[in-house]
């Protein structure tokens, strides 16, 4: 009689263990990790509604950072406008023959003047693959700057000093697509350098405000 008693004990207290062993396993478990969570949005999803910085933004606040040395900040005014949108940064390639983005595309409407951003001396305009350019050589600085695209309104040879109308925003053949814009490039003999270089801090607003000169045709 006691055998039988301890038989069933012993089977109750076998099953209540593997009752445990079995269920209590899963509780601690937790949810699957093998997908997301359907409770709510993942956690590394940005919040909704914070506007993410813009690439022209960057590429204007890290002007500084990405300064060539020794390109001397000459610049008295902006190619266009005042102080115009910056839509695509200066993007050197890891080599020469690399993709990337050799200059800096500043938006503009079509007919926009386009002016010298320092003084210097044309060196070329005209059309090169079916493209306005205007190639403005530094002086005194073994610099070239280009603009495009752009229907020049001045000559090889003219000097021009800084603020100078060269020519305006052409209407067609683009940099930047759908969007116009200027392409604004800088040279030292055949390796490309970061234009905004050129235009000290108060020109890109990260100095102390100073007047501006007022441009007119």
Known sequence: MRRRVWCGVGWAVLVTALTLIVYGSRAWAGPSRTGPSRSGPSAAAPAAGVASESAGARAVAGAGAGADVGVPAIGRVWPVGVRPSVLRGWEPPATPYRPGHRGVDLAAAPGSPVRAVAAGRVAFAGRVAGRGVVTVELTGTGLRTTYEPVRPSVEKGTEVGAGDVVGVVAETGAH???????????????TYLNPLSLLPPWLLGRGPSRLLPVLTG
């Open 176 to 190: 930047c697509g759908a969007s116009a814009c200027v392409h604004w490039g800088l040279l030292r003999g055949g």
